[in-house]
C-alpha cells in the first residue's frame, strides 16, 4: 500500500480522527472498547469515525461492532479481509481506507487504553505522529512472565538499530500519525510491524507518550511462533535495503469500498 504524494486522498477534514483497529476474536472486548472511544469522540468534537478492520472473526465479532456501535452512538465502519488472517496487513487496509487527515492505529484487546488516544493527540504539538510507549521514562509492562519480555526486548532492540532509534518503542502497535506524512510510504504489513516500517523509511518527528501496557483480560494472545517469524522476515528485509525502497505503486484513494459498511 502506498498513500497518495499529497497525503490528501480523503474525504474526510483537516481536523478528522480516524481510529483503525484490527481485530479477530474480540467479542467480549467490543463493547468496552466502543464506550472508551466514545468518551475519546465527545473531548474530540470534531470528525471521528472507528475503522474495524476484521479477519473474519468466527466469534462474530463483526457482528458485535453492527449491533452495538448504534445502540452507543458510535460512528463505526466495519471491513471484513479477504485472504489469509494478517494483523499488519488489516492494519495497512485500515490505514489504507481510513478517511481522517490523523489516524490512529491501536488493539481491539483493551491493553491499550482508548482514554490514551485523547493523550496521543494532545502529544502531537508540532509532530509527525505520537507512540504509545512501553520504553519510554513512566511507561510499563504489567503482567508478562519473564520469556515474553526477553522477546519484546529482543525485537525492541532489533527495531531501533533499523529505525535509527527514533523512537524507544518502535515495535509499539498504538500509535497516531498526520496522514500527511506517510504521503508516499509503501507499507506492507510484513511482520506486523507497521510502525517499524515507517520509521524506517522516513525521519519523522515523534512524540512518546508513556504508559502502562497491561495485557488482555478476555480472549487469547496472538502472539505465537508464526507473529515471531514474521517479524524476523520484516528484520531481514528491511536491514537488506528492501523496506526501504519505495516502489512505484499506484496512489489508493481513500473511502468507501466494497465492503465496508457505514453504522
Known sequence: MRLEENGSAVEGGLDDLSVVVPTYNERENVEPLLRGLDAVRREWGRGFEVLVVDDRSPDGTAAAFERLAPRLGVPVRVVERDGPRSLGRAIVEGIRLS??????????????????????????????????????????????????????????????????????DPVSGFFLFRRASLAGLTLTGIGDKPLVEILAQRPLAIHEVPYEFRDRQHGRSKLNAGGIARFARLVVRLSTGAGRTQTPEVGVRVGMERGTREL
Open 99 to 168: 478517511r481522517g487527515d490523523l489516524v490512529c492505529v491501536m488493539d481491539a484487546d483493551l491493553s491499550h487504553p482508548p482514554q490514551l488516544v485523547s493523550r496521543l493527540l494532545a502529544a502531537l504539538d508540532g509532530a509527525d505522529g505520537a507512540v504509545a510507549s512501553r520504553y519510554a521514562p513512566g511507561g510499563r509492562i504489567s503482567r508478562w512472565p519473564l520469556s515474553r519480555r526477553l522477546v519484546s526486548w529482543g525485537a525492541t532492540a532489533l527495531a531501533r538499530v533499523l529505525t535509527q532509534d527514533r523512537c524507544r
